[in-house]
C-alpha cells in the first residue's frame, strides 16, 4: 500500500468500540465501525450472521501466507453502574488509563492490531494476505461465532495460515506471557432421584443425597494426571471442582426427591473430553446400581487441550515482544478458555493482548501507554512473520 496521510489512533478506535454498547451477543454498531475501518485500508469484508450473532472476516491480499487476527467485540454485563468510578461504556481516559467495559478484553487489543496493519500497509509492499476474524459471541455461548465462522470459510475455501488471538494473555504487565496452548474445559451436572418422605420413617423414602456423594467422592478421590502428577509438560495438573450441590429443600424433616451436583473439570492434553466422559459414566452407573436409584448426567465439552508446540511461530511472537518491550514472554497454557480452542483445527494458533488484571470486573482498565506498545508489538509481529514465512503456506487438510 502506497504511502498516504491516513492513520489510525489506537486509543481513539479503542474508545471508540467501548462506546458500543456490545455486551453480547448484542453488537450495537461496534462490527459496524470496525467495517468501515477496515474497508478504508482495503479489506474486503465478509459478515456471517448467525442466529442473533454477528460476525465478520476481512482480509486484505490473495496470496500466502494468511496472517490472521483474531478477536471479539462482544463483552460481559458492566453489572450495576453504580459500583463504577466511570461510565462503564464512557471510554474515559484519566490518570493514563483508559476505563470501560471491553478496555481489556478486548476491543484494546482489536484497535491496536488495526491501527499496526496501518502503519505496516502503509510502510510495506504486502506479499501475503493479512485477515481478521471478528466475533460476537465469544463471552456468550461460543457457539454462533469463530466456531461457524471457521466452518464456513473453510466452505468457501479460505486458508488462514496462522492466527493470533488478541486475548489479555498478560497477568502483570505487558509482555509477561503468550498462551500458545489452553488446558479443556468439561462441564457436569449429576442428578440423582430419590423418593421425597419424612426423615422419621426413612423406609417409605429414598434419600438421594448418599448416592450423590459417593459420585462425588468417587470423582474426587482419582489423580487425574496419575502418570503425570505435576501435569504434562507445557501444563499445569488437570483439576475437577465442585461448584454446586443443590437439594432445593429448606426444611430439617424432609428427605428431599433429588439432589443435584454441578462441577467442571479443566484438563491438559493426556484427556480427552470423551474419555472424562465415559469415565463419569462409568463411576455414576456403579452407584447407581448399588443405591437402585435413578442417575442422570448431563456432560459437555466445552473445549478439548491444545498446544501449540514451540517453533518457529511462537519464537517470532517471543522476539517481536522482546523487541519492543525488553522482555521475554513466558509460553503457558494457563487460564480459561478462549476461541484459540476452536481455530487450533485450522491453523498453528497463540494469544498475546493486555493485561488482564481487571477483566470481566468493575472499572476495567488498561493504561494507554499499553494499548500504543501493544500496537508497535503487533505491527513487528507484521514485519518479522512475513520477512519470514514468504513462502505460500500449503492449504491445511481436514479429515
Not at 481513539?12 to 455486551?23: E, F, G
Not at 501466507?65 to 464512557?90: E, L
Not at 492434553?269 to 465415559?278: D, F, I, S, W, Y
Not at 501449540?308 to 522476539?319: E, H, I, R, V, Y
Amino acid at each position: 500500500m502506497s504511502e498516504t496521510g491516513n492513520t489510525v489512533d489506537p486509543l481513539a478506535l479503542a474508545q471508540a468500540l467501548i462506546r458500543c454498547r456490545s455486551v453480547t451477543p448484542r453488537d450495537d454498531g461496534a462490527l459496524d465501525l470496525l467495517q468501515s475501518q477496515l474497508q478504508a485500508l482495503g479489506f474486503s469484508v465478509k459478515r456471517y450472521q448467525f442466529d442473533d450473532v454477528d460476525n465478520f472476516y476481512a482480509r486484505i491480499g490473495t496470496e500466502g501466507p494468511n496472517f490472521c487476527f483474531a478477536g471479539h467485540t462482544d463483552v460481559v454485563p458492566a453489572g450495576s453502574t453504580k459500583d463504577w468510578d466511570t461510565d462503564p461504556f464512557g471510554a474515559e481516559v484519566r490518570d493514563g488509563q483508559l476505563w470501560g467495559r471491553g478496555a481489556a478484553d478486548m476491543k484494546g487489543a482489536i484497535a491496536a492490531f488495526i491501527a499496526a496493519t496501518e502503519r505496516y500497509l502503509r510502510r510495506n509492499p504486502l506479499h501475503g494476505s493479512i485477515s481478521l476474524l471478528i466475533t460476537g459471541d465469544e463471552e456468550g455461548e461460543a457457539i454462533n461465532g469463530t466456531k461457524r465462522v471457521l466452518q464456513a470459510l473453510q466452505q468457501d475455501g479460505e486458508n488462514i495460515s496462522h492466527c493470533l488471538v488478541g486475548e489479555p494473555s498478560n497477568p502483570k504487565a505487558l509482555g509477561d506471557e503468550i498462551k500458545n496452548g489452553r488446558r479443556g474445559s468439561l462441564n457436569g451436572i449429576i442428578t440423582v432421584n430419590g423418593q421425597q418422605g419424612h426423615v422419621a420413617y426413612p423406609e417409605r423414602a429414598q434419600n438421594p443425597i448418599p448416592p450423590l456423594m459417593a459420585i462425588l467422592n468417587r470423582l474426587y478421590a482419582r489423580l487425574l494426571d496419575d502418570k503425570e502428577p505435576d501435569g504434562v509438560p507445557g501444563f499445569q495438573p488437570s483439576n475437577l471442582e465442585v461448584t454446586s450441590i443443590d437439594v432445593d429443600n429448606p426444611a430439617h424433616n424432609i428427605i428431599p426427591a433429588s439432589a443435584s451436583a454441578r462441577f467442571n473439570i479443566r484438563f491438559n492434553v493426556a484427556h480427552t473430553g470423551a474419555q472424562l466422559c465415559e469415565w463419569i459414566e462409568a463411576e455414576a452407573r456403579k452407584e447407581e446400581r448399588h443405591h437402585q436409584c435413578a442417575i442422570t448426567l448431563d456432560l459437555k465439552v466445552m473445549g478439548e487441550a491444545f498446544l501449540t508446540p514451540p517453533g518457529s511461530f511462537t519464537s517470532l511472537l517471543q522476539k517481536a515482544v522482546q523487541d519492543i518491550t525488553g522482555r521475554k514472554p513466558a509460553l503457558t497454557t494457563g487460564g480459561g478458555t478462549s476461541d484459540a480452542r476452536f481455530i487450533k483445527d485450522f491453523a498453528p494458533v497463540a494469544e498475546f493482548g493486555l493485561t488482564g488484571a481487571s477483566m470481566h470486573k468493575v472499572n476495567e482498565h488498561v493504561a494507554v501507554s499499553d494499548i500504543h506498545t501493544l500496537s508497535e508489538i503487533y505491527q513487528r509481529v507484521l514485519n518479522l512473520y512475513f520477512a519470514e514465512f514468504e513462502v505460500a503456506t500449503p492449504p491445511i487438510v481436514h479429515s
